[in-house]
């Protein structure tokens, strides 16, 4: 089945950009997501890019699909300490099959 | 209301004890999700439900049973529950009506402690 993986931690330092990294192993040719999950809260919709599109640009989110190397990427510009969260890629497994999550990298925003 | 609300959000319960936990989503989707999140593992799919019919069950144990009664509404009904399924458990819902993939949006979950 559809394997996805992410780093577990990244740290930075406020105003710095953060790049968070994620890649799988198959994809449906749809949507592929990112969530953000703040501390005692669900997740998040954070972005999303269609598998068509290389990239997207949302305020100081940006995100990037390779889909040859089965690589996505958020990178966020101006790092603020209420980025600190777990962030999550999801992607859709082949087929019809429902989204597979990553386990999510821990952002920590250093003042 | 707005979006997806799950209550309780937090549930602290005996492994003799049956309990249950609540899901409503305020979007007018056709389709809903039950996730565990565990500090061990990644976001485990439990159940799907679309148009309320059970289209989706990953091998969950049958110490959790979900119930449909319509589209706004989703349950996970719990009974002699292991400490190992302590874990916040999400409720998600997406428009689609069958389990093409499409946005999920999640509630705030339930924090289960299973004592």
């Known amino acids: 089945g559809e394997d996805v993986e992410q780093s577990l931690f990244l740290s930075v330092r406020e105003g710095d950009s953060s790049v968070i990294n994620c890649t799988y192993t198959?994809?449906?040719?749809?949507?592929l997501y990112w969530y953000k999950q703040e501390p005692g809260a669900g997740l998040q919709l954070l972005t999303y890019?269609?598998?068509?599109?290389d990239m997207k640009q949302d305020q100081r989110l940006t995100v990037l699909l390779n889909k040859k190397d089965k690589h996505l990427s958020l990178r966020i510009a101006d790092t603020q300490t209420g980025d600190s969260a777990i962030y999550f890629c999801?992607?859709?497994?082949?087929?019809?099959?429902?989204?597979?999550f990553g386990k999510g990298t821990r952002l920590s925003v250093i003042a | 209301e707005t979006g997806v609300t799950q209550t309780p959000r937090h549930l602290v319960m005996g492994m003799t004890n049956k309990k249950s936990l609540k899901c409503e989503q305020h979007?007018?989707?056709?389709?809903m999700y039950w996730y565990k999140q565990s500090a061990k593992k990644p976001l485990e799919l439990m159940f799907v439900?679309?148009?309320?019919?059970?289209?989706e069950n990953n091998s969950v144990p049958s110490r959790f049973s979900p119930e449909c009664p319509n589209s706004s509404h989703l349950f996970l009904h719990l009974h002699t529950l292991q400490p190992e399924d302590s874990a916040l458990y999400l409720c998600?819902?997406?428009?689609?009506?069958?389990?093409?993939?499409?946005?999920?949006?999640f509630g705030p979950g339930t924090r289960l402690t299973v004592l």
């Open positions: 999801a992607i859709p497994g082949p087929g019809n099959t429902p989204l597979v």
């Open positions: 998600a819902s997406s428009q689609g009506g069958g389990i093409r993939v499409d946005t999920q949006y």
């Open positions: 198959d994809s449906s040719s749809t949507y």
């Open positions: 979007l007018g989707h056709n389709a």
């Open positions: 890019i269609f598998s068509n599109m």
């Open positions: 439900y679309s148009l309320e019919e059970r289209v």
